[in-house]
């Protein structure tokens, strides 16, 4: 599984670093380093909706740091599992 957060200053400017560690520190967490990956996009297109991630195909808009362990849940260690 890959997973895109965007870092365009749009999103930056919304914390999506913090995002980022924090998709790290779960996956770290839930040893799926071998199977769920994190990378950096510079703009995913949909600046005005807040922090912004892609799950393979999936647009995932409004990510903080008050959501990000639910779509961590129900999006990604549901589909891995």
Do not use: P, W
């Amino acid at each position: 599984m890959n997973i895109y957060v965007c870092i365009g200053s749009s999103c930056h400017q919304r914390s999506s670093y913090a995002v980022m560690r924090q998709l790290k520190a779960m996956i770290a967490e839930n040893r799926l380093g071998n199977s769920v990956f994190v990378s950096s996009a510079f703009c995913l297109g949909h600046c005005a909706a807040g922090v912004t991630i892609q799950i393979d195909d999936e647009i995932i808009t409004g990510v903080g740091m008050g959501n990000i362990a639910d779509i961590f849940q129900d999006r990604i260690l549901a589909a891995v599992r």
